[in-house]
DNA sequence: GCCGTTTTCGGCCCGACTGTTTTCAGTCG
């Protein structure tokens, strides 16, 4: 929920895996990477027992780097000044330069020779903190996950100050099904449950509003944790439908105003229960993200006011809390659409003037990416067409692979041509709906097509992508895709950085330099509406837009339900800040056309 | 460690639930 990064999913360098020094030989460390060092030393300060706001600045500097749209390295090898961005000090800047010159922050070197690193994994064990940690190492001598499994399997926590029957039964499960690591569901995966479960919940007696909030409201591509958020005068029965869902596996608190429950797929959930007067209050605050409520509240303290889940308070009265207008109201701000409370500069625009509307789902009047039978989609053009139609769509692009990807039962030129000629046909009589002739044609690795230019010629729009040599040296992978844009006949990057979500890291190239380069060619990027990638992400949405580069919001849909993407494809712009006008899929036929063509004339 | 429409020092967001306690620390969100 409100957490940016959670205790129990804590995690020392991204994705959980262990904590530098760098091995990249040459290469320059990624943000990602410094601000793993940063939340490292925070954790190990944090045991130590150091100053909590020294910690906290660890921590917030973390999360700039990990917001930024360029690598630090790049920004210090231009000559930028570090201290310029938010949390960051003359000290941290510097560090961050020492990462990028040596690989190795002294100060974390230092905190390893008196802590050890696997001292961090504890963290990750629901119930044990800091405090306990340092607690576990101190008497015990443990030092890591597996080693607080051995001590609790032979008896050695029973005693600790601190440490009753049910602790110690909890930390033992706890930290032997620690071992793998816990993934993030994505979005999509978790909607179902949501909807499913709200709609259980609103069969409890008294209640009113009944939402989900965190992460979930943020719209983020992948989400921690369900909160749920309902208004009732009487808390009791609606706590009491929560915990007796039938999908509960356990019930990990329960109290008054508050429960939280696993289900059976694995999901945590918690409930909150407020009174209707606190509702816009209680939204705010669950729908984070825990540093845009923080800024919240300092605003709120810089006018003698305390913002708190159930309202905004002058001393005891509340001025403030029903709606979540009348928060924002009362700390000089504009509403801020949930999808963009990030911290990352919503807050002082929300002072100075209105948000932009951002992108909706009935903005797309087409889609330029989707399969069919002919590669590895599942149903035929007509059928992917008429889904399309019906999902209110007015034009969609074919788009199959190219037979670089066999797997795919990719197209060569004899194929596509006999597509083409198909799809001229189809255009006749289908109704409703117009079919733009294209392809998805793999990038090679020297940034080459997989297909001849006689043959893209005679293409509406050719889509580009990376489906393989993912790791190449940043300098080649960049050249790669600039050489691939530069083709004459280029119209659209397909999910450009080449991740998938919680399964693998986007590729490492020079962004800026590729969103510079479609601008100079009139190219597009693509936002693929996919759960497992929504790529382009949202800090490069908003790249691509103060570039005036425009984005293409695709499916990819390989079998005719696949269209619902788009709304998670939505969901990922309007974090990127993007109205209907940044994205090139708004626009009716007449005027995607020449658009189109202008990236086929180079 | 950062930061400045009171401040270059003295602040730094706020509350619920649990477990083991006799009034609260630790953890979590």
Redesign the pocket.
Known sequence: ???AT???VRQTSGGGKPALPLQRGAAAPRNDEIAGLFDEIADLLEIEGA?P??I???R??ARTLRGLERPAADLLAQGKDL?E?????????GKIAEVVATGHVA?LDRLHGELPAGLVEL?R?????????K?LHDKLGIASMAGLQRAATAGKLEGL????????A?IATAAKTQVEKPRRPLLASVQPEADALIKHLRGARGIGECIVA?SYRRQRETVG?L?ILATAKDSRPVIDRFVAYDRVAK??????????VILASGL?V?L?VVPAQSYGAALVY?TGS?PH??AL??L???R?L?????GV?KGERAVAGETEASVYRAVGLRVVPPELREDRGEIEWARQRPFPSLIETSDLKGDLHCHSKASDGQASIAEMAEAARRFGLSYLAITEHSRRLGIAHGLDARRLGRQIDEIDRLNDRLKGIVLLKGIEVDILEDGALDLPDTILGRLDLVVGAVHGAFNLAPEKQTARLLRAIDHPHFSILAHPEGRLLESREGMSFDMTRVIEHARQRRCFLELNAQPERLDLSDIYCRAAKEAGVLVSIGSDAHRPADFNYLRFGIGQARRGWLTAKDVVNTRPLSQLKPLLAATMLK
């Open positions: 929920m409100v957490v959670k205790r129990k100053n706001f020294r906290r600045a660890y917030q500097a201290t961005l938010s949390g960051i000090g003359a000290d941290l800047a100060m963290l064990v629901p119930g044990i903190g800091p405090k306990r940690a607690l100050p601190g440490f009753g029957a049910k602790s110690i909890a965190g944790d909160d019930i990990s608190a329960q109290g008054p105003t508050r429960a939280t945590q918690d909150r669950f825990k409520n923080i509240r300092k709120a303290i810089a003698g305390k913002l708190n889940e159930y308070f």
